[in-house]
């Protein structure tokens, strides 16, 4: 399985951004697709996911700002980042969780300006 990011660069606070991640390889069935984030200096946390059926979970830091959404047919997930703040800087990372085995891609960089 490998899983190709893409969207992340510059924005201004207040800016948007759209990340997208498609994965490749990957088996038929039930899994999770979402996005972690990994500041400089602090732990990867989770951003948000979402189940094949659609059911999003967010981070409480980005509900109501960020918006993440999945085609099953072209295996992609996507976020759109709305109203960015600079404590949103960080490397991005796309995940499958097949239930069974972890997937990671290679991580994009969103950086936020003040």
């Known amino acids: 399985v490998q899983l190709q990011a893409s969207g992340g660069g510059l924005v201004q606070a207040g800016g948007s951004l759209r990340l997208s991640c498609a994965a490749s390889g990957i088996m038929r069935g039930e899994y999770l697709m979402g996005w972690y984030r990994q500041a400089p200096g602090k732990q990867r946390e989770l951003v948000a996911d979402?189940?094949?059926?659609?059911?999003?979970n967010y981070a409480d830091s980005v509900k109501g700002r960020f918006t993440i959404s999945r085609d099953n047919a072209k295996n992609t997930v996507y976020l759109q980042m709305n109203s960015l703040k600079p404590e949103d800087t960080a490397v991005y990372y796309c995940e499958v969780d097949t239930y069974v085995t972890n997937y990671w891609g290679q991580g994009t960089l969103v950086t936020v300006s003040s």
């Open positions: 979402i189940t094949s059926g659609g059911s999003p």
